[in-house]
């Protein structure tokens, strides 16, 4: 695991399950005063979020 300061861990597991089983998340975030949902896929070991 690769593990850095800052509490990174819950990320970098997030991403490998994500990964590991090919399924994508769904967040829901807030700009300003609206709330958007958001799909996560991992990428070259980072999350993007698409809209």
């Known amino acids: 695991m690769r593990c850095g300061r800052g509490g990174q861990c ?5 991403v490998e399950a994500l ?3 090919g399924r ?3 967040a829901k975030f807030a ?3 609206r709330e ?3 799909v996560l896929r991992p ?3 980072v999350l993007h979020a698409l809209r």
């Open 10 to 14: 819950p990320y970098v597991l997030l």
């Open 19 to 21: 990964a590991r089983t």
């Open 24 to 26: 994508v998340g769904i």
């Open 31 to 33: 700009v300003r005063t």
């Open 36 to 38: 958007r949902l958001a």
């Open 43 to 45: 990428r070259r070991g």
